[in-house]
């Protein structure tokens, strides 16, 4: 064993004892490290400069209660996160997710992530996440609001334009972003736009950032494809999730040719073998914030079948996994195979199982990682950020032209690294050893605390 595969050993035989109870956290620094030997072992400087332990460790986590009362008065406490995970090239970036499922490993996991997705858009921000196991499925506004405000009555002693700016991810939409910019605002007498993105245009948003991770994703679809002298026109694309990602992904790959023809939420999934009407998909969830099911309502050809994995039975050429980690195991990949897919590209974060990801890759099916595929999010939230410093609007196709050029620049840094290295089509190492450089050179130039 090489020294550099003995550290990322050590490292990771450490991790898993002290992350024992954090398996989606395992999951993403396993497959990052095991990239990384092969850098190590041109860079002995990484090494002596502990940069792989260092880097799995994150600067700082808060853990927080939160708590609110309903619209019958009964008080109820939840737990809010903070992970701030690396902040060696800018302020720690990345969302925050209000589900119940979320815990400190899932968190730890989401920022971890983004320490290299982040480094591989070219923008200056690091990485963290947070968030909270609140559900705001089913709440009404005024308890979504209360709780937001008590969520950031912490918070904001945390966060800041040049120290730590959340966004949304999973629960947290336009209107959690309000709520919690505007509590913010009161708490600390100042306009400072900067410290969340994700918000309305009226108080600093950005155009274009509501579509910037559906729309991303499918960029990098098409430099896949093009890459191979192929593209989205007249795919059959099958597109898991119901949300934000799912619904801006849709609507781009239908510009571009393809027919999208299944979507999911957590109960079940909706097949259209005549292609996805976006507009009912958003009337249901965006408006009505009602369940995919209610689709076939209105279109009778289409079908409803309860089970939200089973959409990785449905055949097409293209899978785009936009709801949850962990969503296609051994066995859906396996199936997808069967059905002849030919490329599938990750819209949420580590929606695939390492088994997953294998098949795949022994199949020589396309494959593009989450923090690749789906950087366009956080790449925008960066414009958006740019756009507070300068106290400037860019217009939606100014906003949409940079993030389709970061799209494409982003696929041929982990495309070309990944050839580099000797895994040529291999855009899960071509990511990570890409994301890891620009951040491990950094670490070491500016020392070791
Ligand atoms: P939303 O909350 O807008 O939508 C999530 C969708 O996925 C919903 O349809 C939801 O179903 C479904 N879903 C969520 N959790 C589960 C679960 N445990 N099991 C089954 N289905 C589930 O979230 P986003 O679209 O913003 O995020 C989706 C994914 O994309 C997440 O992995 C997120 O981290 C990732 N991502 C998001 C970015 C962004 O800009 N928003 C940026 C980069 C990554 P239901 O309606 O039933 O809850």
């Given at each position: 064993m090489s020294r550099a595969e003995q550290v990322c050993k050590e490292v990771m035989d450490k991790l898993q004892i002290k992350s024992k109870h954090e398996p989606e956290f395992l999951q993403a620094a396993e497959e990052v490290v095991e990239s990384l030997a092969p850098v190590l072992e041109h860079h002995p400087e990484f090494l002596d400069a502990g940069i792989i332990e260092r880097l799995v460790e994150p600067e700082r986590c808060i853990v927080f209660k939160v708590t609110w009362m309903d619209d019958q008065h009964k008080v109820h406490v939840n737990r809010g996160f903070r992970v701030q995970f690396n902040s060696a090239i800018g302020p720690y970036k990345g969302g925050m997710r209000f589900h119940p499922s979320v815990n400190l490993g899932i968190i730890k996991f989401l920022g971890f992530e983004q320490i290299f997705k982040n480094s591989l858009t070219g923008l200056p921000i690091g990485g963290g996440k947070g968030g909270s196991d609140?559900?705001?499925?089913?709440?009404?506004d005024a308890e979504v609001m209360r709780f937001c405000q008590n969520f950031m009555m912490e918070l904001y002693r945390h966060?800041?334009?040049?120290?730590d700016v959340p966004a949304g991810d999973t629960g947290v939409g336009a209107r959690e972003i309000g709520y919690l910019y505007g509590i913010y605002k009161k708490i600390r007498?100042?306009?400072?736009?900067?410290?969340?993105?994700?918000?309305g245009l009226t108080y600093g948003g950005s155009l274009a950032r509501k579509q910037a991770t559906g729309y991303g994703l499918l960029y990098f679809v098409d430099e896949m494809l093009k890459d191979k002298?192929?593209?989205?026109?007249g795919k059959e694309i099958i597109v898991s999730g119901s949300g934000n990602v799912a619904i801006y992904a849709t609507e781009k790959a239908q510009e571009l040719g393809g027919k999208v023809v299944a979507l999911s939420d957590s109960n079940g999934f909706i097949h259209d073998p005549d292609g996805i009407v976006l507009d009912s998909v958003r009337q249901i969830k965006e408006i009505e914030r009602g369940r995919i099911s209610e689709y076939v309502k209105h279109h009778p050809n289409a079908t409803y079948q309860e089970g939200w994995k089973n959409i990785w039975g449905v055949k097409a050429d293209i899978a785009l996994?936009?709801?949850?980690?962990?969503?296609?195991n051994e066995d859906w990949a396996k199936k997808l195979v069967e059905n002849g897919v030919i490329l599938v590209a990750e819209g949420a974060n580590m929606p695939s199982s390492p088994e997953a990801i294998k098949i795949f890759h022994d199949n020589k099916i396309m494959f593009g990682p989450a923090k690749a595929a789906n950087a366009g999010g956080v790449a925008t939230s960066a414009l958006e950020m740019t756009q507070n410093s300068m106290r400037l609007h860019w217009t939606f196709d100014e906003v949409d032209q940079k993030l389709k050029q970061i799209m494409a620049d982003i696929y041929k840094r982990a495309s070309s690294t990944a050839e580099e290295y000797g895994?040529?089509?291999n855009l899960v190492k071509g990511a990570n050893i890409a994301g890891f450089l620009k951040v491990a050179n950094t670490m070491l130039a500016q020392g070791v605390f």
């Open positions: 609140f559900d705001p499925k089913g709440k009404s966060i800041g334009q040049f120290l007498n100042t306009f400072e736009a900067g410290v969340l993105t994700g918000k002298g192929m593209s989205i026109r996994p936009c709801a949850t980690e962990n969503e296609i895994y040529k089509d």
